[in-house]
């Protein structure tokens, strides 16, 4: 998750103060963060934030999906955007 989502901290022009363990939904605290509102909707992460255990092979494919769904909504992003923009 952290690979996916590294373009996106690192073309964000602001302060970064992201408390994962105080906060309620963390991908929802990054959304906030990074001002990136699409990226609240993203689910099944609970596991890279220590809020669940890992998958079970079953559930693996949906894990993997929802990394796709981050990756493609930071591509997007950049894609739409210059750095200056973001």
């Known amino acids: ?9 690192l073309r964000f022009d602001g302060d970064i103060d992201c408390d994962m363990d105080q906060a309620a ?13 699409e990226l609240g909707g993203v689910r099944h992460l ?6 669940s255990g890992r ?3 079953h559930d693996e ?4 999906s929802t990394l796709q769904q981050l990756a493609e ?3 997007n992003r950049s894609s ?6 973001w």
């Not at 939904?25 to 509102?37: F, G, S, Y």
């Not at 494919?61 to 993997?64: G, K, P, Y």
């Open 1 to 9: 998750m952290s690979t996916c989502l590294m373009p996106a901290w």
């Open 25 to 37: 939904d963390p991908m929802q605290h990054i959304a906030d963060t990074l001002e990136m509102r």
């Open 46 to 51: 609970g596991h890279a934030f220590g809020r």
């Open 55 to 57: 998958p079970e092979l």
């Open 61 to 64: 494919n949906i894990a993997l």
């Open 73 to 75: 909504i930071i591509e």
């Open 80 to 85: 739409r955007r210059s750095s200056a923009e």
